[in-house]
């Protein structure tokens, strides 16, 4: 499962193996001047708020398991979803990807 970190001023999404093969992506660094919000999303399958747009590249089957970039209107959220339980959700501005939306532990 994807695991937040914090260090000084960056925050780091480090991803398993398998994650990186399902995403096809490392994982990924921002720092934290770029981070302008944290929330918890209770249903990240929910189209309206959560998961959507086209997943190119990545893993997917719904409401089981969201891996890698979902592309929509001109942003990118990268995402490591499993099941259908809470995930936290993190903004940035000026970066590649707009969200990342991580399963909560």
């Known amino acids: ?3 937040l970190f914090e260090n ?3 925050v780091r999404l480090e991803l398993s193996m398998l994650e990186r093969l399902g ?3 490392g ?3 921002a720092p934290k001047s770029a981070l302008i919000n944290t929330y918890r999303m209770e249903d990240p399958w929910d189209r ?3 998961l959507w747009g086209i997943r190119a590249p990545g893993t997917g089957i719904p409401k089981v398991i969201m891996l890698g970039t979902l592309r929509r209107n001109g942003a990118k959220d990268f995402v490591a979803v ?3 339980g809470p995930a936290k ?3 940035f501005e000026g970066l590649p990807f707009k ?3 991580v399963t909560e532990k």
Do not use: F, L
Request: aromatic share 12%.
């Open 1 to 3: 499962m994807a695991i």
């Open 8 to 10: 000084g001023d960056e």
């Open 23 to 25: 995403t096809c992506h």
């Open 27 to 29: 994982s990924i660094t």
């Open 48 to 50: 309206k708020e959560g």
């Open 82 to 84: 499993y099941g259908r």
């Open 89 to 91: 959700v993190y903004e």
């Open 99 to 101: 969200r990342w939306i």
